[in-house]
């Protein structure tokens, strides 16, 4: 009975952790996105062309340019295309510099077609050739500013042309249907999680203290209910989260949980609990004086529930009971995490269902992909590898402990 107590107090204390952060919009890893704006006034397609500048430095037109908005013009000028019945649209105004916000980098052209009711092509392979996972968000209208009746397109490495077709009403049709939408969200969601490394290194951990193949299995459900329902609260815009906590907590989530089996089966947790809870104490205090986007109520969420969690867990035992609740709220901030790309993006009005269960999905197929082999045959090759002094999950929960402190102290303080 005193367990459960001390379990639900800990659900409790991780909550107002979270719950803290929830103070600024989401954001995730620093994916690779551009966007682009386009105005059609029946002949003409107005276009607004914008990329982060650390994407512009990238590419190799960066060389023999005299600066980042014109590499990013020519860029765009060779692997940008429209066409109409078959024939390219003359680009009537040349790309050039436009004002852009911090850190981005945004260029303007202009497209001349010759017919104002047949659809339009637009192929764009800007980008896609050096990052597969670049995605690229447009929104088209018939208006020049904040259009209700605008329409917003994906395109990605497979999905390069989407057709336009002027409607009633002076609105854009875009050929997306249900399928396609589902599709390449789904296929986001993939890349999303293959390339998300912080969140492969929390499931490794769950394969580490899984123990029994059954047992991993439920933990990784775990962790899929609770990033499941932040994902869509997210993205919704139910909740918001502080971007800089919720990365800063996913390291932290990696570094316990690898670490917690060892220090459990040699009975250090408590200690461990109130060190940490003691360094957290210090270096909040330091970080409020030079200024830190965790905030107070992040540092001392943070402090309670070392307090707490070390004086719970007092045995392997204990460790694996908590086990499936801690996955759920572990699960919970990461679920922030992969909502960063699709509160970037945007949601498609029309298909807002077909996006978020393809995204999900795709996210829940590029972790099977991942993990069933070395659920697998993860054993088999360990079997074939030289016995070391420790064993080789011992030395993989440390190498994934490092990893997460890394993280944690990386995001948390800089």
């Not at 947790?269 to 992040?298: D, E, H, K, Q, R």
């Not at 699709?342 to 996210?363: K, R």
Request: aromatic share 10%.
């Amino acid at each position: 009975m005193l367990l459960r107590f001390n379990a639900f107090a800990l659900a409790l204390v991780l909550a107002v952790v979270c719950l803290a952060g929830f103070a600024a919009p989401v954001a995730a890893h620093n994916k690779s996105l551009s966007f682009s704006d386009w105005f059609w006034d029946g002949r003409n397609l107005h276009v607004s062309f914008t990329a982060p500048a650390r994407d512009v430095t990238l590419l190799p037109e960066v060389l023999t340019s005299q600066g980042l908005n014109q590499a990013l013009a020519i860029h765009v000028q060779k692997h940008l295309r429209l066409e109409q019945v078959n024939t390219a649209c003359r680009l009537d105004r040349d790309f050039e510099r436009a004002p852009a916000r911090k850190g981005y980098v945004r260029i303007t052209a202009r497209f001349a077609c010759f017919n104002d009711t047949a659809p339009v092509e637009i192929h764009n392979h800007a980008f896609f050739n050096l990052a597969r996972s670049h995605v690229h968000f447009a929104r088209l209208s018939t208006q020049k500013k904040d259009d209700p009746e605008s329409t917003e397109v994906l395109f990605t490495a497979s999905q390069r042309m989407h057709r336009i077709t002027p409607a009633d009403g002076g609105r854009i049709e875009a050929s997306v249907t249900f399928g396609e939408n589902f599709l390449s969200h789904f296929w986001l969601g993939i890349d999303h999680i293959v390339t998300g490394y912080d969140h492969l290194a929390f499931v490794f951990c769950l394969l580490l203290i899984g123990g029994t193949k059954r047992q991993t299995l439920f933990l990784i459900t775990g962790f899929t209910l609770g990033h499941s329902i932040t994902l869509a609260l997210a993205v919704l815009g139910v909740v918001t989260a502080n971007p800089q906590a919720v990365e800063a907590l996913i390291g932290f989530s990696i570094a316990l949980v690898a670490a917690e089996r060892i220090l459990a089966r040699n009975q250090l947790m408590p200690v461990t609990g109130m060190g940490l809870a003691a360094g957290f104490f210090i270096v909040s205090f330091i970080a409020t004086i030079f200024g830190s986007g965790l905030g107070l109520g992040v540092w001392a969420g943070l402090i309670l529930f070392c307090l707490a969690y070390g004086q719970i867990i007092r045995s392997e035992h204990d460790a694996l009971t908590l086990a499936p609740l801690m996955t759920v709220a572990f699960g919970l901030i990461h679920g922030f995490g992969f909502a960063g790309l699709l509160s970037d993006i945007g949601l498609p009005p029309g298909n807002v269902a077909g996006a978020l269960v393809g995204f999900n999905i795709g996210i829940e197929v590029g972790q099977l992909l991942v993990f069933i082999p070395l659920v697998v045959f993860g054993p088999y090759l360990l079997e074939e590898l030289p016995t070391p002094p420790v064993k080789w999950a011992d030395i993989a929960a440390l190498v994934l402990t490092v990893f997460g402190v890394f993280l944690f102290v990386s995001r948390a303080l800089f």
